[in-house]
Nanobody, 124 residues
């Protein structure tokens, strides 16, 4: 059973920063690509960022490029999302996800496992 647990969300003022973490357990973390998605109230889920199993490849959604950085520490089975220059429109529930096939980088999916999400609220 794969478990993904996000942490690090909270309330921050516009222009501020947050660092999200996603702790994984249950299978070989280092063999699977990982991703971050977000969903704001009344909106569809949006791709934020993805990282390959080795960390050598990353991809970002257009709305976060240049502000967010995805990374992973395979020794700690943990993925991160550093969010800088936050804007009110970044307010959403952020969820991490784990790829479905080992050593197959597919940034937009499919993703087999999802965390429960963590709320990020950016005030203006």
């Amino acid at each position: 059973q794969v478990q993904l647990v996000e942490s690090g969300g909270g309330l921050v003022q516009a222009g501020g920063s947050l660092r999200l973490s996603c702790a994984a357990s249950g299978r070989t973390f280092s063999s699977y690509h990982m991703g971050w998605f977000r969903q704001a109230p009344g909106k569809e889920r949006e791709f934020v960022a993805a990282i390959s199993w080795s960390g050598g490849s990353t991809d970002y959604g257009d709305s976060v490029k240049g502000r967010f950085t995805i990374s992973r520490d395979n020794a700690k089975n943990t993925m991160y999302l550093q969010m800088n220059s936050l804007k009110p429109e970044d307010t959403a529930v952020y969820s991490c996800a784990a790829g479905s096939r080992p050593r197959n980088y597919a940034p937009l999916g499919p993703y087999a496992h999802w965390g429960q999400g963590t709320q990020v609220t950016v005030s203006s």
